[in-house]
């Protein structure tokens, strides 16, 4: 839904009697708007396999989920939707692959779903289509999860930031919004750092920001709501990767387990300093 102009409030104040119209249009006018990158990660008890020698992560009966820390800044995104009044849109740059992933999201409470079409070749070529939309279509506050679990690059929140040059908090643990202020708390080496920002902010979401026992499975109504929230796809803007994938490589298989007698600490002793070498 547009934004109404001043005249045509105007308009609808001369033409209504009943002022409780007017007031959800002038609520709509300056309500907040929330933006959550969501990446699709592979659901962590997927079994994973590559292919093509190792050069291409193979998708082939993989469950995809919601990035965690994604997930954790959609939550908080609900939460001020909830609690203070907000608009949450959710945004992804992939393929329609994704589409469950992002009806998922709104049947969670996203009122919409803007998906850019292209593949994810890298982190640059994510942050390029993300900021791009960016400029066209400002939010007060932007939520991207501080790494996603499958490549952990932690770079996308930063290089948006960088190139909307809007203020960036990251590994934010908690966060609150008076007027157009923010107050973000975020992790540090040692403590923690508490930060006043001015709006609009971009922020990499985390556990902290919400706990695991916050986090919303979709009912049967929001799933049914999903159905008819709009999910745009838009097209991309031309973005050349800057780094490539070389191939894959499994951990390492783990060792046989060595079984020894609750009696023999001799022979544990010995284990743990000529074997393991832990002591």
Known sequence: MNQPTYYELYKLLCTHNNLKIFFIFVFHLFLMKILVCISCVPDTTSKINFKENDTVFDDQGVQFVINPNDEFGLTRAIWFKEKVGASVDVLHVGQASADPTLRKALAIGADKAIRIDTPALDAFVVADQISNYLQANPYDLIIAGRESIDYNGSM???????????????????????????????????????????????????????EETDLRIPNMRGIMQARQKPLEVVPAVESLAKSAIQNFEKPAPKAAVKLIPADDIDQLIDLLQNEAKVL
């Open 156 to 210: 996308v929140p930063g290089l948006v930031a960088a190139k909307c040059d809007i203020a960036f908090v990251n590994t934010c643990v908690q966060l609150e919004i008076d007027g157009s202020t923010a107050t973000a708390t975020r992790e540090m080496d040692g403590g923690m750092e508490v930060l006043s920002v001015d709006l609009p902010l971009i922020i990499g979401s985390q556990k902290g920001l919400v």
